[in-house]
């Protein structure tokens, strides 16, 4: 082998990741509030950017004052309050009897309340806290028994299986039944490992599925329903109309701020020295590539939004059931783009249809083999099915996930394994076939 060093010319096309470049491919998947924040921060940077929001209106004190004072007087005055829920604390102290309490006691129950999670759990210790506050042990675990009496039910609770028992003995002190369980056989109960349960205690199967249904009705997480949080609004970034010619798509984009060129600043500083001038240039550059990503943007989301109306025509007419198998890859080669770009298109967008608003990423779903080789149907399919076949079987002798891909072969012509089957019931949230037997 004869090996010289020398130099040599080569052309080749090489694509760099240039600042501009990274921009674009960013605001592409920007949703409709990052792109707002987006443009919001480059308008402080760049003088030549200037935001006009058109959800905000100027204001003409004289007359919205009147209009103001008068919509007040013709509501009711209970919508007058104000929207500001109690908080886990506020809730627990003011069911105190304050009168019953030693300063000291209440002292420790205001700083045990303190260490509730948000789910109403105690995860101090009582030892450190006795010696933190000064006070004998038995203060602050009498003070947490106090905080457990409270509503509601389950509050202050230190784990799970204390959280229940306190729950079932509020429902029904008399069920002794019950609170045995929780309390000496907790897991294999919820294992459902319930034969040698009721041969140790002399019962039948039947009281212990009745205690199991009514531990079903309990909450498992109490200090969440005093949870507050504000009302969230998803604004669509396409929206899809049936109209007499057929399906529709059109962009939303009232959300949006509109930007435009501040021609004033401009003209005003161009003529000054040539470091001005320099960044001036730049900032122009700046401007003119905002626009053209944004004017990219919504060109891509259109095409996108648009095939995926063309492919899945059922959906909007009758629903998640008619979705067929449809993947980013399928929707990139027929556009012919990169299958990236569909994925940051889609990331975090809404469509609002004539069936309700989606995110873009439900009318993607994976291709599950039939019987026929001709056709094919997807994944949100086979889970309908599933949950259709488990919500009409015997609850006495449920079915197993090989009895369920069996049937989906049999009846439905779907050629799933029992571990897709398996995977989709999880996905949906479902139990396993042991979990789901019930006794009569």
Known sequence: MDLKAGLWQQQTLKLTMTQELSQAIALLQYSAQELTAFLEDKALE????????????????????????????????????ADKPFSLEEHLLSQLN?????????????????????????????????????????????SLAIIQTLEP???????????????????????????????????????KKWKP??????????????????IQQLNPKPGAMLLYEP?????????????????????????????????????????????????????????QWIVKSIEQRKETLTKVVAKIV???????????????????????????????????????KFVQTPIGTFSLKTFFSTTIQTVTAEESTSSTQVKTEISTFIADENKEKPLSDQEIAERLKEQKGILVSRRTVAKYREQLGIASSSKRKRFK
């Open 46 to 81: 760049n003088p030549l950017l200037k935001i006009e929001n058109m959800n905000v209106k100027p204001m003409n004190p004289l007359i919205d004052r009147n209009v103001r004072k008068r919509q007040k007087t013709e509501r009711d005055w209970i919508e007058q309050i």
């Open 98 to 142: 304050i009168t019953n309490l030693t300063v000291e006691q209440l002292k420790v129950i205001r700083h045990l309340i303190k260490n509730l999670d948000e789910n109403g759990y105690f995860f101090g210790d009582l030892v450190e806290m006795a010696q933190k506050l000064q006070v004998e042990q038995e203060i602050v675990e009498d």
């Open 153 to 191: 039910a389950g509050i202050g609770a230190r784990d799970l299986q204390e959280c229940l028992l306190i729950q079932a003995y509020y429902q029904n002190p008399n069920n002794e039944l019950a609170q045995t369980i929780l309390s000496e056989y907790f897991i294999p109960f919820a294992e």
């Open 197 to 214: 349960i009721a041969k140790q205690l002399g019962v039948s199967m039947k009281e212990l599925q009745d205690v199991f249904d009514d």
């Open 231 to 287: 009302t969230t609004y998803i604004i669509p970034d396409a929206i899809i109309e049936q109209t007499n010619e057929g399906l529709i798509v059109r962009m939303s984009d009232e959300s949006l701020p509109r930007i435009r060129f501040n021609e004033h600043y401009y003209q005003k500083f161009q003529n000054q020295n040539q470091q001005v001038s320099r960044f001036l240039h730049d900032k122009v550059q700046d401007y």
């Open 310 to 348: 063309e492919k899945q025509p059922a959906f909007f007419q009758k629903g998640k059931q008619s979705l067929v198998p449809m993947t980013m890859k399928e929707i990139a080669n027929e556009l012919d783009i990169h299958e990236s770009t569909v994925s940051r298109a889609v990331r975090e």
